[in-house]
């Protein structure tokens, strides 16, 4: 390994973002997961968790991703409420984008995300489930002004994550790490052998 490729490296470890993630919910269009999960990388989530439970996990292929998903690990899960069960074990708040009538729905920008964060985005066609929306913790949209009603999934994301990351940026949260340094030692022998 060359010392720009170990400086690379080591740099993207220190960056990562240990309190901000994604669940995907029943997301079937493999370029779309595939779209998400390089738009994570970029903005230094290292950790997505998948809910599959009306649609088979779709097969994420190394080109489509640009090996995005070589970096990031994937959790599974077929049970909407075990997989917020562990994000709440790590005190995450949990954002859903939804319109659900039975819950208020905030935008995007007058949201904080700061904090431990986990984004949810849910099916091409449906969104996400009733059941994510009315266990979310606060349930937002992305302002729209024209004419169509919802964007592309991996588009919805990545204006979420860059949200995210802008708000990060301010407080200084890409400079100083959250994980300690074994994690980060483990982190970076990880990708070393990858």
Known sequence: MTPKRFSRLKEVTQRRQKYLTVVLENIHDPHNVSAILRTADAVGIDKVYLIYNSSKFPKIGKTSSASAKKWIEL???????????DLRKEKFKIYSTSFSSKSKSYSLYDLNFTGKTAFVFGNE??????????????????????????????????ICFYEALRQREIRGMYGKSNYSKKELTEKLNSYLNR
Not at 143 to 153: A, C, I, T
């Open 75 to 85: 959790k599974k899960y077929s049970v909407v409420e075990e997989c917020f069960l």
């Open 125 to 158: 066609h449906s969104g996400v489930s009733e059941e994510v929306s009315m266990l979310a913790d606060k349930n937002f949209i992305i302002p729209m002004y024209g004419m169509v009603q919802s964007l592309n999934v991996s588009v919805a994301a990545a």
